[in-house]
């Protein structure tokens, strides 16, 4: 912590470590402190009269998690639901409460356990990976609110998301405040 | 600042736990002023707060706990004998301590002259005149002292038949000691102190005597010798006895067992006393027995400190070990138990397919210790969030004795099975109900002593509070031996506040009559008292149990007295729930909502009225919905069953593709994001870890049903019960070929089952169900005089009355129809007797009308003595009304009844 960290702000670096992975044929990332860890194949039970961006229910080791669709999330049609074979969960409240050194926007982590389907993991890049500002909603068709900007990893532009914002009940679109 | 506020909650906590302990012991010292223990523990709680409160300089605390400790200490030593006015400044005094605990820092505000006062002349009164120390108090314990000693070597001492018993039923030997402790003390060069330690060591010392030998003249006071007799208890035989100690066999008397057994029980209450106690010590006559007058304080004397004269342990009070844990952590350790429970549930199947190779056996015995462990594991992480009755039923000891005091009548409360546990939250949940039901009892059961002694009975009345395990929950009673309540005083009050016609009112049976107890605005007292009898009462206590998923019955004989049976689940977390499918998903109905299951069609079918769909059900019309469509899921399904769920006020109908099975579910939360679709309340965990969300029954009907026919539905609730002109029956046979009726009324549910589930225990017959739970079989061939069912039956079924009758099953050979009977075409009179109701003519044969209740009662009284333990045989064990019941209507054939109550 007592390093010198620069501001986070866009266009600077991203301190921790990322995952990257793919949905939609899409690459995202997301900072892995986040990340509590991810399921392979799991069955989701869709839920009915559930928010659009839910994709239903997970059963976690006696838990009930909430399967959150990344696209539909993101402000995309849904897309082809065929992959998803993948699922990050992250961390509760109870578990961020454990991390000296909690990961940005923590304080959005519910007490039940969420996550996003996705299609396949990949790499985790390193801390301090220099990031750039996000394209322009208009443009990309990607809700601002939920990602943090863009990284370049081997030519291939990489969104970084917003988990604190994803995992909160903020609703999708429109209601904008920021 | 903040590791002070710990201290200071710290200090509140304990506080409080030594006032609750204070408070109680007080009460029982009030029956049984001189007991030693409690004397001493009343003294240490004081003791304890005041050097808390000192250390937190709260003065006001530290004034008050003084004198009560002051007063304490007087009472312990035997100085001052407690009398009812003592004891009741001395519970006032505890009051005062509680209030001032609650807010330490405005103790100050507190008024407590009063109890200071008091407390002060009693210090003042035994300082002041000492040669008078309690002239009046002796009179107290006097009552049970009042019998004579069993054996002359026993004269002086003071025991009471209880330590007497205790040590009798261990087969201890009784011996008298007379000792010279001072020659003792030359001969052996042993003194007095060590004798005493080496006595203890054992056995025990019931009270010890010290006395100064008559020789011992005024002038040679300074070296005179006491002599001590102990009248000790331990398993050791005369000739060893003598040998352990030292001393001479003849400075030994053994009292007969018999003698002190006989004596026991002939007075089981009595103790012996000296017949004048005094705190002055006398001398005694150097006699073959000797007669001292001294009393037990003379332990104080030098040379003989510290002797406990009554060392017997209480288990009560046995201090276990135990340290506060986080309830949080405690949910978090069930959590990460039932994964493990589902995980070995995984294993279990991975083992059992098996690859075939050679591994295999050590591999089923490795999963096989895993999962017994697991099992004992979650067994034993539930038990943890579970806490004694005990602490509950104790606090009634101060109410039974308060309101009894106010109400002038002399009241006894009898407490079983305070060590039952159960969950806290229902623990908490249950304080009030329970202070109601046990007010109620006191202001309008137990009757003033001079109405009792006229009716025949002893002038003090009895609660009873009781609790214990039946069938995997916890059934608790609260019962009176008062007045009872009179049927036909429920009919008139309802009459009168225009609940029920005066027609309706005649029809209703007794034990209908009686259960309008709880309907809401009900009271049955007189005169309104500041106690109870506003009419909020009973009605609350059934919502309050419901909501815990419990279930309250009611039972009453004029004269007699009445007795409220509550039955709870032993944990919250626990829900029973029907679960039903629709459109291939599973759905948990909590199974208190669920009031019948219904196969629309034929007799009922589903109606349309102006666009609301309504179910024609026994001449009621009842609103329905559909869950496919509610859902939003694609319509197309088979839509074969209405569920019927009871909601406060209304009542309406869920259709649903197909009834799954009745299941134990475990309530878990949904993700916020999931909230805004309100009716779930929860999602829940099936049998392969597949999920299932549960239905909210109220947020379904919420903008579904319209108010009109809400209240169409709540006035339809009340005749439920009511409306007895006319009732269907089920008709079936039992084995002979004569035709049977029982209303439906009274039945549960029917079930299909084969004979390969019937286990045979003693002479009765079990039905072995895969819940926790078993039905008990019952032939009606037992009961009343009809044909006997055949044995070889392969498939037959089984009648379960409604609960507390649950448990029961009658078996029924085949199931011909329901019919609605009016109540006009029963004819009472040829065929009646107990459990037949009467007699009718259906389908042109003449049929038994039968009440099952009644067979029940029959049966059980004469055959069933041990599971009167509680309930005086009148119950079976309890009935879960969710469990065993896993295909309730498929395996019912299509003509039979198409209702079907659950």
């Known amino acids: 912590m007592s390093q010198l960290v620069p501001l986070q702000t866009p266009g600077q670096s991203f301190k921790s470590q990322l995952l990257c992975f793919e949905s939609g044929g899409q690459r995202y990332a997301c900072d892995l402190l986040w990340v509590k860890e991810v399921l392979r194949s799991p069955v989701v039970t869709p839920v009915r009269l559930a928010p659009d961006y839910v994709r239903g229910v997970i059963h976690l080791r006696g838990h009930i998690l909430t399967a959150l669709d990344l696209e539909v999330r993101l402000g995309q049609p849904q897309g082809e639901s065929a992959g998803a074979n993948r699922c990050i969960v992250f961390k509760t409240s109870a578990d961020l409460l454990r991390l000296s050194n909690p990961p940005k926007e923590c304080e959005a982590a519910d007490s039940d356990p969420i996550g ?25 068709g990607l809700d601002s609110r939920f990602i943090a900007g863009v990284i370049s990893d081997g030519g291939e532009l990489v969104m970084v998301l917003r988990v604190g914002a994803l995992v909160s009940i903020v609703e999708t679109r429109k209601s904008r405040t920021e | 600042m903040s590791g002070d506020q710990e201290m200071m909650d710290l200090f509140v906590q304990e506080s409080g736990e030594h006032i609750q302990s204070l408070e109680a012991n007080l009460i029982l010292l009030e029956t049984n002023p001189s007991d030693s223990d409690l004397l001493n523990s009343v003294f240490r709680s004081v003791h304890s707060i005041k050097g808390a409160a000192g250390f937190f300089g709260f003065e006001p605390i530290v004034n008050l706990a003084h004198v009560m400790e002051s007063v304490m200490s007087l009472l312990r030593d035997g100085e001052i004998h407690a009398d009812g006015d003592m004891m009741t400044l001395l519970i006032s005094t505890s009051d005062k301590l509680r209030f001032m605990l609650e807010d330490p820092e405005g103790a100050g505000k507190i008024l407590c002259d009063d109890e200071t006062a008091g407390l002060q002349a009693i210090l003042d009164n035994r300082s002041g005149s000492k040669p008078a120390p309690a002239p009046p108090s002796p009179a107290k314990p006097a009552p049970e002292a009042a019998c004579g000693y069993p054996h002359p070597a026993l004269d002086g001492f003071s025991f009471s038949a209880e330590t007497l018993v ?61 002599v001590a007799r102990v ?37 089981p209450q009595g103790a012996c006393r000296p017949a004048a106690a005094s705190s002055e010590i006398v001398a005694v006559h150097k006699s073959p027995v000797p007669r001292p007058a001294s009393a037990p304080a003379v332990a104080e004397k030098p040379g003989v400190t510290n002797i406990d ?77 579970l806490q004694p009755m005990g602490g509950l039923f104790g606090k009634f000891n101060r ?111 007794d034990n209908e009559a ?79 909502n669920v009031e019948e299951i219904v196969r629309p069609g034929g007799e009922c079918p589903i109606k349309t009225i102006g666009g609301a769909r309504v179910l024609e059900l026994r001449g009621e019309l009842i609103p329905v919905v559909s869950l ?85 539905g709540s006035t339809k609730a009340l005749e439920v019960s009511s409306a007895s002109t006319s009732s269907r029956v089920l008709v079936f046979q039992a084995g002979g070929s004569e035709p049977l009726a029982v209303r439906l009324g009274q039945v549960q549910r029917v079930e299909s089952v084969s004979a390969a589930d019937i286990e045979r225990i003693g002479n009765i017959d079990c039905l072995r169900k895969n819940h926790d739970s078993t039905i008990r079989l019952v032939r009606f061939s037992d009961a009343i005089p009809v044909g006997a069912p055949d044995t070889a039956l392969g498939e037959f079924f089984i009648i379960v009355p409604r609960p507390p009758h649950g448990n029961t099953g009658f078996i029924a050979t085949k199931i011909l129809d329901s019919v609605e009977l009016p109540d006009s075409q029963i004819e009472q009179g040829t065929l009646s007797s107990p459990g037949v109701f009467g007699s009718a003519v259906l389908f042109g044969r003449l049929t038994l009308v039968l009440d099952l209740p009644a067979i029940l009662d029959g049966l059980s009284s004469t055959a069933q003595p041990t599971q009167s333990l509680v309930a005086e045989g009148r119950f079976l064990l309890t009935a879960n009304p969710s469990q065993n019941l896993n295909h309730p209507i498929k395996q019912l054939p299509a003509q039979a009844e198409p209702t079907h109550t659950i």
């Not at chain 2, 400075?251 to 067992?257: A, K």
């Not at chain 2, 589902?342 to 096989?368: C, F, M, P, W, Y």
């Not at chain 2, 036909?488 to 029920?500: N, S």
Request: glycine fraction near 10%; include cysteine; charged fraction near 25%.
């Open chain 1, 116 to 140: 996003v389907l996705v299609d396949a993991i990949g790499d985790i890049l390193p801390p301090e990976t220099s990031i750039l500002p996000a394209p322009p909603e208009a443009l990309s």
């Open chain 2, 166 to 226: 205790e040590g009798l039923k261990h087969g201890r030997n009784f011996y008298s000691i007379h000792l010279d402790l001072g020659e003792h003390a030359k001969v052996h060069g042993q003194e007095a102190e060590e004798f005493f330690r080496e006595l203890r060591s054992i056995g025990d010392i019931l009270d010890t005597v010290l006395g100064v030998p008559s020789e011992a003249s005024l002038a040679k006071v300074a070296d005179f010798s006491p």
């Open chain 2, 231 to 267: 009248f000790f208890q331990t398993a050791l035989e005369p000739f060893i006895l003598g040998g352990a100690l030292g001393i001479d066999g003849s400075q030994i008397t053994e009292v007969p067992s018999a003698v002190l057994k006989d004596w026991a029980k002939s007075n």
């Open chain 2, 309 to 385: 004269p009554k060392p017997v342990p209480d288990q009560r009070r046995k201090a276990e070990e135990t340290i506060r844990i986080n309830v949080g952590l405690l949910d978090i350790l069930m959590n990460l138990a039932g994964e493990m429970v589902l995980g070995r549930n995984k294993l279990l199947r991975l083992a059992g397919a098996g690859t075939g190779n050679g591994d295999r056996d050590e591999l089923h015995s490795i999963v096989q210790e895993i999962s017994s462990v697991t099992s004992s594991l979650q067994d034993t992480v539930m038990r943890a969030r």
């Open chain 2, 399 to 509: 109410i039974v004795r308060d309101l009894g005091q106010k109400l002038n009548k002399d009241i006894q409360l009898e407490v079983f099975g305070d060590d039952v546990e159960l969950d806290r939250t229902l623990i908490e949940g249950l304080s009030d109900p329970l202070t109601h039901l046990v007010r109620n009892s006191i202001d309008h059961g137990i009757e003033k002593a001079g109405d009792r002694l006229a009716a025949g009975k002893p002038a003090h009345g009895t609660v009873r509070l009781s609790a214990a395990h039946l069938a995997g929950r916890v059934q608790i009673e609260v019962s009176d031996d008062g007045a009872g309540i009179d049927p036909a005083r429920l009919k008139a009050k309802a009459v009168e506040k225009g609940m029920l016609s005066a027609e309706q009112a005649s029809r209703l049976s």
């Open chain 2, 514 to 592: 009686l259960n309008l107890i709880f309907a809401a605005g009900f009271s049955t007292a007189a005169a309104v008292s500041d106690i109870s009898g506003r009419g909020v009462g009973m009605d609350v206590v059934k919502t309050n149990i419901e909501k815990l998923g419990g279930h309250v019955d009611l039972d009453s004989r004029v004269g007699q007295g009445t007795r409220i049976t509550i039955r709870l689940p032993l944990t919250l977390a626990i829900v029973p729930a029907l679960i039903v499918g629709c459109r291939g998903s599973g759905y948990a109905l909590p199974q208190i």
């Open chain 2, 628 to 712: 496919a469509e509610i859902l939003g899921a694609p319509s197309g399904g088979r839509d074969e069953f209405v569920v019927l769920l009871q909601l406060e006020h209304s009542i309406f109908g869920l259709v649903v593709d197909e009834i799954r099975s009745n299941e134990e579910i475990v309530v878990k939360p949904l993700g916020r994001h999931l909230r805004t679709a309100n009716c779930y309340s929860g999602a829940t965990l099936l049998g392969q870890g597949e999920i299932a969300l549960i239905l909210d029954p109220p947020s379904i009907a919420q903008g579904r049903i319209p108010a009109a026919q809400k209240a169409l």
